[in-house]
C-alpha cells in the first residue's frame, strides 16, 4: 500500500489492532491511539510498505522499511551490536518488520506453517524489498511476543539458543529471507 492508501485505511487498520491486540474494549482506545502514532510514524520513513490480507474484511497486515546502518530506530537497540548484525547482509538488504497483526488463533495455531498468514505475510515483505534479512524487536519481557515471533521462523540477534536476553529493554530478532 502507498502512504496515501494507508492515510485512507487509518481508522480501519487502528480498529483491527485494537480487536488483536487483547485487553478488551476498555483498553482499546488507548492502545488503538498509540499504536496509530506509531504506524504514522513508520508510514514517513523512506521505503515504507504495508501488506494487507483481506476476504471480504481485513484479516491482517505486516508493515516495515528498509534500514541502512544509521537512523533512530536503532536507538531501541540498548546495547546490541548493530554492526555485526549489519556485516551480515549487503547494504540495502536489511529491512525491520515493524509490525505483523494478525488474529489471535494465527499466534496459536499452525505457526510452523508454511501457509500461516503471518508467515506469509512476512515473507512477501521481505522479498518485495529484496531484503536478505528481518529485524525486529520486542519488549525484553514481553515472553508471549517472543514465542509467537519464534515460531513463525524469526531466530535471536543475540545468540542461536533463545536463551539469553540482551542487554536493554528489547530483544532483537532477525529473519532470514528464506524462513
Known amino acids: 500500500m502507498t502512504r ?7 481508522q480501519e487498520l487502528g ?11 476498555w483498553a482499546w482506545n ?13 508510514a514517513r520513513r523512506p521505503g515504507f510498505s504495508l501488506l494487507i490480507a483481506e476476504t471480504t474484511v481485513l484479516t491482517g497486515y505486516a508493515y516495515g522499511f528498509p534500514m541502512g546502518g544509521a537512523g533512530s530506530w536503532w536507538a531501541g537497540f540498548d546495547g546490541h551490536d548493530r554492526g555485526r ?19 489471535s488463533r494465527v499466534r496459536r495455531e499452525c505457526q510452523d506453517r508454511a501457509w500461516n498468514l503471518a508467515r506469509r505475510l ?21 515472553d508471549g511476543a517472543f514465542e509467537t515471533l519464534r515460531s513463525w521462523g524469526w531466530r535471536s540477534a543475540a545468540d542461536d539458543t533463545f536463551t539469553a ?15
Open 4 to 10: 496515501g492508501q494507508v492515510e485512507d485505511r487509518l
Open 15 to 25: 480498529d483491527l489492532y485494537a480487536e488483536f491486540s487483547g485487553g478488551g474494549p
Open 30 to 42: 488507548e492502545a488503538r491511539a498509540a499504536f496509530l502514532r506509531h504506524l504514522a510514524a513508520d
Open 85 to 103: 548484525l549489519l556485516h551480515r547482509v549487503a547494504p540495502g538488504q536489511l529491512f525491520v518488520v515493524s509490525g505483523i497483526v494478525v488474529a
Open 122 to 142: 512476512q515473507r512477501r515483505l521481505l522479498a518485495d524489498h529484496g531484503a536478505a534479512l528481518g529485524v525486529t524487536s520486542v519488549a525484553a519481557l514481553d
Open 165 to 179: 536476553i540482551p542487554p536493554g529493554s528489547c530483544r532483537v530478532l532477525v529473519l532470514t529471507a528464506e524462513t
